[in-house]
């Protein structure tokens, strides 16, 4: 009789796992053998064949086998351990910085030892640096298979976890069930998910090893299918669950957003247009929207949510919006202010450097519902916020915000009558160009809008990528472009640094260019200034008393000034290319041709000419991300991974998008027809499905 569901059996069934260890696992999400066997390696180790000394190369992995010929302590900068052993192609230390005497005795000359570990550039040329080792006889075996390396957990060792697996494993291929969530059609073209399991863990002899390091293998690909299914559901079941709460039901919008039209000074394009009709379907329904809005930098994502603010003020309900910066929050509160003022409405603005008596007054404008719209940073979610009436919230940016911020906001405008809780519409705007597969994976809880056109009247940007040995004619460049009647952007790029560093580069660049340029007048800007300082900047570079902005990638978003027309980026090979797009997006919005040199320190690697070369031919955010997925390839980052800011276990939304699509229809087939099997696959992949489901 086949045994109950791994599901339901706790992890003390197991030998060796009492309550504390249990208590321990159960800290990392482990209650169940399931959970256990979904306990899946990090990455694998490949320790199936020696190496020899003669072929290491820098950076690699490697088994190397050899005898000792010296071991002697050696005192450099550092204290250390050095053995040298030698095979027949050649020699190699071995350095220990932490060890003990008996360690030191026990590594005698002549011994022959087997060790794995990372080959490095060390003092001696080539060495391994704490590698794990062990005395062999000469033949003895290797191991058979790729080592699993599990995600770190606190407490339990590898060892300790690769037991309990195999303790597992045998009570699985015993007979005990690990259910098969996936519909029989779908699963025909994969793998069984016990054998699935059972390769993932302990891969067994001649698997291609190259498949499974690279996560291509079919038990793991098996597996992907079944995590995205599982992400995808989630989202899928928190959209359902916001549907069924109330909103504010809007009228079709009237004489206020056609006024507010007459106030931006131009036509909507018919991009803009498309996507406020999509946006007023929603809100003119009594389910809260849900909707991302994504357009390239400087398609007039502003604009489009001005309108919706204007129809839910015609609807008396407040909006909110929200941005991850002060200077990104504050151009939206000036753009607002200037279109909304002539409409008589008030625009409250917060940030969380605003203090005191002026917090007081926003507040207090914001609870009695005198200001119709609020803009702000994350401030905004603070506790002492609270809304006369919200019934719109605009997050823009939306990648820099987690999804509690968003669900936080959101909360705000709750409002409880008869037992029925009432929320916001919800508009989320991003630059961030995704290919259209991951958007819908990655945003299912969504409905998508995309603007795809520019206004009209946009001068292409010219892109050129030059050495840093040419710095003297870039300055001779930016003086004669300053001395002409342009404004230029100068980028300082450290990336992964403080903004201590990052305003200390900025600040010597700007010193420096200050006296290379005796005729032009330099700004400086950077995320350390107050919101006053960083405001009277831009007012100068705005109103042209300044010519050259020298800056950090606090300007990477939202700042708008046409005449700027020249962007100097330093070390551009530094940054992801959406970044890199969107800041050139600061340039080429008026009607002057625009100009960006890509200033690089040579030399560059060949990865990084081909990404600099597809920044300099294109200007579509779109094709910029396909190409940064073609180059980066799997296991690397790219804008869009940091927009899903997902964890995966086995799957990788860059490697495996071929699955997105069948992923998605089999997901949205299992939700109608069972559903049962689709919560329960959400919660074998998900420690905490309710996160988001709750809020
Ligand atoms: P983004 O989508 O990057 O947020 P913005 O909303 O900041 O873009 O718009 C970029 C610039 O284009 C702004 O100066 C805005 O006033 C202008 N703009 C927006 N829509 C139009 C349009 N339809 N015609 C002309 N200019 C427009
Ligand atoms: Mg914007």
């Known amino acids: 009789m086949p045994e109950a569901s791994l599901a339901n059996e706790p992890l003390t069934r197991l030998s060796g796992v009492g309550p504390s260890l249990a208590q321990k696992l159960e800290r990392i999400g482990l209650a169940s053998l399931q959970d256990l066997l979904f ?10 064949r020696v190496t020899t000394i003669g072929e290491v190369r820098l950076g690699q992995n490697v088994v190397l086998e050899g005898r000792v010929i010296s071991t002697d302590v050696t005192f450099g900068r550092r204290r250390s351990l050095q053995c040298v052993i030698k095979d027949e192609t050649g020699l190699i230390a071995l350095r220990f910085f932490h060890f003990s005497k008996a360690q030191q005795n026990n590594l005698t000359d002549g011994s022959l030892i087997r060790c794995y570990g990372e080959v490095r550039r060390g003092k001696s040329g080539y060495e391994l640096y704490h590698p794990e080792y062990n005395h062999v006889q000469p033949g003895e075996h290797l191991d058979e298979t790729l080592t699993p390396i599990y995600p770190a957990t606190e407490g339990v060792t590898q060892a300790r976890i690769r037991k309990l697996v195999e303790q597992a494993l045998s009570l ?4 005990a069930l690990l259910d098969e969530l996936l519909p029989r059609d779908v699963r025909s073209g994969l793998s069984e998910l016990q054998s699935a399991i059972a390769t993932v863990h302990r891969p067994p002899p001649y698997t291609d090893l190259e498949l499974m390091l690279e996560g291509r293998h079919p038990a793991q690909q098996r597996l992907a299918f079944e995590e995205l299914m599982a992400h995808f559901l989630s989202m899928r079941l928190v959209r359902e669950q916001i549907r069924q709460f109330d909103a504010p039901r809007f009228g ?3 004489k206020l957003c056609d006024e507010l039209e007459q ?16 946006i007023q379907r929603n809100v003119t329904e009594d389910r809260p929207m849900l909707r991302l809005l994504q357009g390239d930098v400087g398609s007039g994502k502003t604009a489009v949510a001005a309108m919706a603010a204007a129809h839910a003020l015609e609807n008396q309900t407040q909006t909110a919006i929200m941005a991850p910066t002060e200077i990104l929050a504050e151009q939206h ?5 200037t279109w909304f003022a002539r409409l008589g409405v008030t625009v409250a603005w917060l940030s969380g450097k605003v203090k005191g008596k002026a917090r007081t007054e926003q507040l207090g404008n914001i609870a009695s519902g005198a200001a119709g719209i609020v803009i702000g940073t994350h401030a905004l979610f603070q506790a002492d916020v609270t809304f006369r009436n919200l019934g719109l919230v605009i997050i823009d940016e939306q990648h820099r915000f987690g999804v509690e911020q968003r669900l936080a906001l959101r909360e705000k405008g709750r409002q409880d009558e008869a037992g029925r809780a009432t929320y916001p519409h919800q508009l989320v705007m991003t630059a961030t160009p995704i290919p259209r597969t991951l958007t819908m994976s990655m945003y299912a809880d969504m409905d998508v809008s995309v603007i795809d056109e520019l206004p009209p009247g946009r001068t292409p940007v010219t892109t050129s990528v030059i050495p840093d040995t040419r710095r003297g004619d870039v300055v001779a460049r930016v003086r004669d472009a300053c001395l002409s009647g342009v404004q230029a952007y100068w980028v300082c790029t450290l990336i992964d640094e403080s903004e201590q560093l990052q305003a200390q580069a900025a600040e010597g660049t700007a010193a420096a260019l200050t006296e290379a340029l005796p005729d032009v007048k330099v700004g400086l800007i950077h995320g350390r200034q107050t919101p006053p300082e960083k405001q009277q900047v831009m007012d100068q570079f705005k109103a042209g008393s300044l010519q050259l902005l020298v800056a950090t990638t606090v300007i990477e978003v939202g700042v708008d000034v046409q005449n700027a027309s020249l962007m100097i980026i330093e070390n551009p090979e530094r940054l992801g290319l959406a970044q890199l797009h969107q800041l050139r997006g600061r340039v080429g919005r008026g009607q002057t ?9 040579p030399p560059l690697g060949e990865v990084s000419k081909e990404r600099l070369n597809v920044i300099r031919q294109s200007a579509d955010g779109f094709v910029i991300a396909e190409q940064d997925l073609r180059i980066r390839g799997p296991g690397e980052l790219l804008g869009a991974r940091q927009a899903g800011s997902v964890n995966f276990r086995v799957a990788d939304i860059v490697r495996d998008r071929e699955l997105l699509p069948d992923v998605r229809t089999t997901s949205l087939e299992l939700l109608r ?11 074998r992949w998900l420690a905490r499905p309710t996160d988001y489901g709750q809020a």
Do not use: K, W
């Open 673 to 683: 027809t069972q559903r049962a099997l689709a919560t329960a696959l959400v919660r």
């Open 593 to 601: 041709a625009s100009h960006c040199l890509l200033m690089y320190h």
């Open 263 to 278: 106030c931006f000074g131009f036509a909507m394009t018919g991009a803009q247009r498309r996507v406020v009709g999509e």
């Open 39 to 48: 306990h899946l390696p990090a990455r694998y180790e490949d320790r199936t």
């Open 172 to 175: 699985m291929e015993g007979g």
């Open 252 to 254: 079709p919008a009237g």
């Open 333 to 337: 509160f000036i753009n607002f202010s």
